[in-house]
């Protein structure tokens, strides 16, 4: 019994020692967060572009300050780089990092994490030189200072009087109906056929001889017969 008694105690013992220890922890053990940004972010080490990325510690068992930045499926590593310990006055449900103040045309660095419940948070650990506030000024290619010759005036526009529609005259259907004959001319009538002249003027210039002695004698008979 008095065995019995001792085991019990040590392992109530034990359990309290522990549940504390794990109690504290409330992500997961290796601080795995999803942080998705809308516009380029900087970071120790490098610039992350918008997107989805994921944070989590690296060395969770021993100092749990080594940071890891990862893509979102976790085959691109982007940054690796310390941390030092970070505190707020208000917790949130979910991750979220607060950002260094840069100027402006420069991207935002983040300058601390902090998990889900918990005031406790992440400073990230820049480089000398880090995080970068010179905005980048692109250059403007020099244009070479040559004159541009002015360009000729546009020529006036030349305006011509309005033609008006003439209309067709009657000597366009003269000349159609000269073109064409009538009917009488395209095809002209035959003259009528003279006969050759055969006979002989004689007999008849004897007939009239004989027709004006017989007209001579009647009318002899005919004074007679009146004395």
């Not at 019995?4 to 504290?24: M, N, W």
Request: proline content about 11%; aromatic content about 10%.
């Amino acid at each position: 019994m008095s065995r019995f008694f001792v085991s019990g105690v040590f392992a109530a013992a034990l359990l309290t020692f522990v549940i504390p220890a794990f109690a504290t922890d409330t992500g997961p053990f290796d601080k795995l967060a999803y942080l998705t940004f809308s516009a380029p972010v900087q970071v120790p080490g490098g610039t992350l572009n918008a997107g989805t990325y994921r944070f989590h510690l690296t060395n969770p068992v021993t100092s749990r300050n080594v940071m890891q930045v990862l893509s979102k499926d976790g085959t691109i590593v982007y940054g690796m780089f310390n941390t030092i310990a970070d505190r707020r006055t208000s917790i949130t449900d979910d991750p979220i990092v607060t950002f260094r103040e840069t100027p402006a045309g420069v991207a935002p660095a983040i300058r601390s994490l902090f998990y889900g419940a918990e005031y406790k948070g992440y400073e990230f650990v820049y480089g000398k030189g880090e995080p970068n506030m010179i905005a980048r000024v692109v250059p403007v290619p020099e244009v070479a200072d040559t004159a541009i010759p002015a360009a000729p005036p546009a020529p006036e526009p030349i305006i011509e009087p309005a033609v008006e529609p003439r209309v067709a005259e009657p000597a366009v259907a003269e000349a159609v109906a000269e073109a064409v004959p009538p009917a009488e001319e395209a095809f002209p009538q035959a003259e009528p056929a003279v006969l050759p002249r055969t006979a002989s003027p004689v007999p008849i210039i004897a007939v009239g001889s004989g027709a004006s002695l017989l007209v001579g004698l009647g009318l002899a008979l005919l004074r007679r017969r009146v004395w």
